[in-house]
């Protein structure tokens, strides 16, 4: 079975951090583009970061610019979105998500996760 997982969120103060992981059963990340997106509720869903299957190019939203890092690890299937700096407007059911063509903020993505819950609150 292909399939995606997240795991990390959890809840957090204002000005804390955590680290989002996407793993991966049944196919290897390798090839894929991740993006992570977020949804809050009453809002569209929105396109967070992404990373190419090398690593070597990524995207941020302007909204998490300098805040939030992706990464991968190509040897453990994993990536991974640590979140730093967190505000309460990140408040959102966030997913990971694989497509075989390449980071896209509009374009369908192959796989998705389930998602994993992110409160910012004090």
């Known amino acids: 079975q292909l399939q995606l997982v997240e795991s990390g969120g959890g809840l957090v103060q204002p000005g804390g951090s955590l680290r989002l992981s996407c793993a991966a059963s049944?196919?290897?990340?390798?090839?894929?583009?991740i993006g992570w997106f977020r949804q809050a509720p009453g809002k569209e869903r929105e396109g967070v970061s992404c990373?190419?299957?090398?690593?070597?190019?990524?995207y941020y939203a302007s909204s998490v610019k300098g805040r939030f890092t992706i990464s991968r690890d190509n040897a453990k299937n994993m990536v991974y979105l640590r979140m730093n700096s967190l505000k309460p407007e990140d408040t959102a059911v966030y997913y990971c998500?694989?497509?075989?063509?390449?980071?896209?903020?509009?374009?369908?993505?192959?796989?998705w996760g389930q998602g994993t819950q992110v409160t910012v609150s004090s």
């Open positions: 049944g196919f290897t990340l390798n090839d894929y583009a």
């Open positions: 990373i190419s299957s090398s690593g070597g190019s990524t």
């Open positions: 998500a694989a497509r075989i063509a390449g980071c896209s903020w509009l374009n369908p993505y192959d796989f």
